[in-house]
């Protein structure tokens, strides 16, 4: 990786955790589907696995107010408290495996999963987060996704 690179992945990382909960939900959401045809070539070779696949259902079968919970939850692994899920599961995963959860349930958004509603606009600071990571080198938002998953 280049001083480029890096200084693009720190910057993208931080302003990312910066953000509350759900505008992190929102810049996903939008990430995922933008390049979503793009992904699987580079970084989903075996997957979805059975642990993936589980951890999908199971947020699948939730009615869709808890899976906006569930959702929240695995953003928030240091927060200790009730799940609906089972966190610790999803905090055990290898980037790869959380890459992939997150590309599946990006792939279901508006069907199986609660997608984002049509009249929800992101705040100011999600906006620049998306913006910044407009790249046209997917290996770069890959290696923001792990870092951030």
Known sequence: MTSTN??????????FQSLDTDD?????????????DEIPAIALNDVPNEK????????QNLPQQEQVSALRQLLKQD?????????????????DDKLAVWYQLAQNLGTTIIGVPDDYLPSEKATEVVDLLHTPNIEDLVNFFKRVL
């Open 6 to 15: 890096v200084n693009f992945l720190e910057q993208s990382v931080s302003k």
């Open 24 to 36: 992190r939900l929102m810049v996903l959401a939008l990430l995922y589907t933008e390049i979503s």
């Open 79 to 95: 927060k200790v408290g009730e799940t609906a899920i089972p966190t610790q599961e999803y905090a055990s995963m290898s980037a």
């Open 52 to 59: 993936t696949a589980n951890l999908v259902a199971q947020i």
